[in-house]
């Protein structure tokens, strides 16, 4: 596909990575003169059902204008392959380039609060939320975050495109209640970001095993209390992320959304004692 225009309009330059969806290009808008990225589906196999979801990550996430989420620029189809065009970020994954301080994580955690407020705002929930959905470039406490992807995006309004027995989203991250098959809204996305800061501060996630119903399993009936930073010197032992109580179980005990969320975080950053259910019900867990 490399050297091919896409739509008459969008010349495919080198190919940037894959996912479980699809394939991203570094392309150039012959018409704005800009440089883009491309998303396009990668299996023919996912039928008319990826095709849907494709072209619903477009309508999801052009309703979102925010500095710390990916724009979308346009959606279409030619020759039975659905597109995306996005903005091109140049920098890396979460995944791939984590931060190097606890300040660094903090600066994430505070971004990908407001990001996630705003899109929640507009009665989305992104349901994939994980490292590689989540780029980064900068340095210092200047990182600065982009959250990308909203294949698996949910909108309020709409019916749910999940095949029959599939388990969409990457079960590290999925909330309790998403692993479940239950409804979700945005308190599926502040779990999936606890889960990351957790593991970006520890070096480990909180919940593993060698297969999804286990980890299911642990979500489920496992509480979980602080750990101590491995990754960061002796002064870092305990990262405010490591305790924040998005990740407990029960629903109601998390926070409703990324402002209060980010309200909690910065209070324990700054080392004012915040008591919240979540936190109880987490002690009487262990």
């Not at 507009?122 to 349901?127: D, E, F, L, M």
């Not at 889960?195 to 480990?204: D, S």
């Amino acid at each position: 596909m490399i050297g091919e225009m896409l739509a008459d309009r969008y010349r495919i330059d080198a190919e940037l990575g894959r996912g479980g969806m699809g394939v991203v290009y570094r392309a150039h808008d012959t018409l704005l003169d800009r440089p883009v990225a491309v998303k396009v589906l990668s299996d023919s196999g996912l039928g008319t059902e990826g095709r849907a979801r494709l072209l619903r990550e477009a309508q999801a996430a052009a309703r979102l204008d925010h500095p710390n989420i990916v724009s979308v620029y346009d959606a279409g189809e030619t020759e039975s392959m659905p597109f995306i065009v996005m903005q091109l970020v140049t920098g890396a994954s979460l995944h791939d380039c984590g931060p190097q301080s606890v300040p660094q994580i903090i600066a994430i955690a505070r971004q990908l609060c407001d990001a996630l407020d705003h899109a929640h705002a507009q009665g989305i929930v992104h349901r994939d939320l994980k490292p590689e959905n989540v780029m980064i470039f900068g340095s210092g406490e200047r990182l600065i975050a982009k959250l990308m992807d909203f294949g698996l995006a949910h909108s309020r309004d709409a019916s749910r495109l999940t095949q029959e027995d599939t388990l969409v989203g990457t079960v590290f991250y999925l909330a309790p209640e998403q692993a479940l098959g239950q409804p979700v809204d945005g308190r599926a996305d502040l779990y999936a970001l606890g889960v990351i800061l957790y593991e970006l501060t520890t070096g480990r996630l909180p919940f593993t095993g060698d297969d999804p119903l286990i980890i299911i399993h642990r979500q489920n009936h496992l509480g979980l209390g602080p750990r101590r930073c491995r990754r960061f010197p002796p002064s870092a032992r305990r990262c405010p992320a490591t305790r924040w109580s998005a990740l407990y179980w029960p629903l109601r005990s998390r926070f409703a959304g990324g402002s209060r969320a980010w309200t909690a975080f910065s209070a324990r950053k700054a080392g004012r004692p915040r008591r919240c259910a979540a936190s109880n019900c987490a002690r009487r867990a262990r």
